[in-house]
């Protein structure tokens, strides 16, 4: 038996990879196109480890994914593959179009196809589990309650837009043919290998280069902030007993305006590496203009998976940030890699 994983290269992905082999789960076959988010690197602990197979290959692909579905006859398919980053979907929506949208249908259409060759009782154990975002619920004001399954999607980004398409997408594979689906949403993760693109690990890799720490706006949009482990675990108990065609949405029942956020870094990088001329980290900080559509603030509520599944965060804001930022201050060579030459470039065209 065996797991298929799409974007398993890329920050959840290769988080999940490690933490499910860790706990005893199948082998995994990692399917990923290998983007500029996707690092091989951060999979480097499961070097000539037989549980780990990696394929080269697009979810948009429908021939190379259903031939690898056919050659490893997985037991369920969890997606991560996506482009993901918000910035990146504002300045170039149509990739996001073609990879989450498009890339999920050819996906979803090897699934079937693959599901078609299995018997009844492969069947009947088979998941595609869909990984997803809270963003697709669009944005709360300040006294809204926090986002539930039930709520309306109202996405305002390219990429919002682009994955709730998926996310409506997987749900009609499961109404109109049977495919035995489950979807999560989740909040904004943080923790190991994640591309520092975004918001923490690109305030910890511009503050230990004594760059300037950009703020969108006013500093006072709202995110729900969940540690990567956390997500992992959840994944884990809804392929295990998630409820077929149901979504499930986690957080980590921490929200937090950015300011915060980043005070908090400067914080605990000002304990852990002060800086030679003794001054704050936080003198970095610096308004720069709003992002555009910039959604104001995510809240999820996760009572759903923690009445149904028994789940729940094992990680505070506090225990996390600080095994977050340790992460990055030790394992600055796999920074140095992924921060090459496209890194910068993206960095020239986002911020000057
Ligand atoms: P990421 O950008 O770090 O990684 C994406 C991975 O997908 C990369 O390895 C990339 O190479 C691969 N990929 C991209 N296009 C592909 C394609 N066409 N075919 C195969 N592989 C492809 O993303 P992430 O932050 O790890 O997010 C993973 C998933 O979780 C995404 O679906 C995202 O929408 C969702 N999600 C992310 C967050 C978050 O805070 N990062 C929160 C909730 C949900
Ligand atoms: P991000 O990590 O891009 O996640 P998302 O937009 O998917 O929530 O951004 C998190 C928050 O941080 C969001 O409100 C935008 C803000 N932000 C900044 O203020 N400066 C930055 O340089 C980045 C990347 C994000």
């Known amino acids: 038996m065996t797991i298929l994983v799409t974007g398993g290269a890329g920050f959840i992905g290769a988080n999940f990879v490690m933490d ?38 697009d979810i948009g692909n429908y021939d190379t994914a259903l031939a690898t579905l056919n050659q490893h006859r997985p037991r369920a398919i969890v ?38 060759t299995l018997n009844e009782a492969e069947k009947a154990a088979f998941r595609f589990l869909h990984v ?10 300040a006294n809204d309650p926090a986002f539930r399954e039930s709520n309306a999607y109202e996405p305002n980004s390219p990429y919002s837009a682009s994955k709730a398409a998926s996310d409506h997408l997987v749900r009609a594979y499961h109404h109109t043919y049977g495919l035995p689906v489950v979807t999560t949403n989740c909040s904004n993760n943080y923790g190991p290998y994640q591309f520092p693109e975004k918001l923490i690990p690109l305030m910890i890799h511009n503050a230990l280069a004594g760059k300037k720490l950009p703020i969108y706006g006013d500093g ?5 902030w969940l540690y990567v482990g956390d997500h992992c675990s959840a994944i884990r108990a809804v392929l295990d007993k998630g409820r077929l065609g149901e979504t499930y949405n986690i957080g980590g029942w921490n929200e ?4 915060t956020v980043v005070h908090t870094l400067c914080d605990i990088l000002d304990a852990e590496r002060p800086r030679a001329d003794k001054s704050s980290y936080r003198t970095l900080m610096n308004f720069v203009p709003d992002r555009p559509g910039h959604d104001r603030r995510y809240a999820i509520d996760a009572s759903k998976i923690h009445k149904e599944l028994g789940w729940k965060p094992a990680e505070s804001f506090e225990t996390g940030i600080k095994k977050t930022v340790r992460w990055y201050l030790d394992n600055q060579a796999w920074v140095g890699n992924v921060t090459s030459g496209a890194y910068r470039q993206w960095v020239a065209k986002q911020y000057q």
């Not at 006072?220 to 729900?224: I, Y």
């Open 20 to 57: 499910w082999l860790a706990a005893g789960g199948e082998p995994v076959v990692n399917y990923d196109k290998l983007t500029y988010a996707g690092n091989l690197e951060s999979l480097a602990s499961l070097k000539g480890n037989n549980s780990h197979v990696f394929v080269e290959g």
């Open 79 to 116: 997606n991560f593959a996506a482009e993901s980053h918000v910035d990146r979907s504002i300045h170039s929506p149509g990739e996001f179009i073609h990879t989450n949208i498009l890339g999920t249908y050819q996906l979803l259409e090897a699934a079937r196809a693959y599901l078609a």
């Open 132 to 141: 997803s975002t809270d963003e697709v619920y669009g944005s709360l004001k």
């Open 220 to 224: 006072m949009n709202v995110r729900d």
């Open 256 to 259: 937090m305006p950015n300011l």
